[in-house]
């Protein structure tokens, strides 16, 4: 059971508009939510979190809307650059248990194709 | 460069076989996190190391194990090796447990493994 859902396996995008990357969870224990992106030959490198007490985080040109209700997260790249092509992982954790463990629990990732 | 290192990068090994993947992680960081990314896949959880101590595991087969060091290095051990464990193997690192909202776990660059 998948819990953390990248519905779309990839994503073309023109240079300097924007990339909306959306995912759907299903465990309403998560509240907190990052963005990974990856390039080829090279490990997650963090891009942006967002508490569930927040509906909205922006840094640069990034921003990372939260719809807690709808359990559904969006990243927006605006605007977009070649550069940012890459595969971008939504990843979640569930709140503090006590018991120490943050283990995130990852989507399956988008590919993301930014077009000069 | 995330400041955690992962050696080797690739690894050619046969059914049966036994190897070891290693993770330095982030210089000042306490906790070490294992992944696994077959194809088409997600990163899976695997198992989590706070200072020393196991932490949290997830969908780490028997045949794996893993240890963190004194100095905070660790080895993810793979034995009995089947085809199906031909994937991509990343640590992460985070400074604490991650219990904090910023505490992002920092990925190494993988291993990758090929049974052949």
């Known amino acids: 059971d998948q819990q953390v859902k990248q519905n779309s396996p990839s994503l073309s995008v023109q240079e300097g508009r924007i990339s909306i990357l959306n995912c759907d969870y299903t465990n309403s224990m998560f509240d907190y939510f990052l963005w990974y992106k990856k390039y080829p030959a090279e490990g997650p490198t963090f891009l942006i979190s967002i508490s569930s007490i927040k509906d909205k985080n922006e840094d640069g040109r990034f921003t990372v809307f939260l719809n807690k209700s709808a359990k559904h997260l969006s990243l927006h790249i605006v605007p977009s650059q070649p550069g940012d092509s890459a595969v971008y992982f939504c990843a979640a954790r569930p709140a503090y248990s006590g018991a120490g463990s943050y283990q995130l629990t990852f989507g399956k990732g988008t590919k993301l194709s930014v077009i000069p | 460069d995330s400041g955690v290192t992962q050696t080797p990068k690739h690894l050619i090994t046969a059914t049966g076989q036994r190897v070891t993947l290693r993770c330095s992680p982030r210089s000042g960081d306490l906790s070490v996190y294992w992944y696994q990314q077959s194809l088409d896949q997600g990163l899976q ?33 793979l034995s009995s090796l089947e085809l199906g464990d031909s994937a991509l193997y990343f640590c992460a690192s985070s400074v604490a447990t991650g219990v904090g909202p910023g505490d992002a776990q920092y990925f190494g660059a993988g291993t990758r493994l090929s049974v052949l």
């Open chain 2, 45 to 77: 959880f695997l198992i989590q190391y706070y200072n020393g101590e196991e932490r949290a595991k997830g969908n780490i087969l028997e045949r794996f194990s893993a240890q963190q060091f004194p100095d905070l290095h660790s080895e993810l051990n």
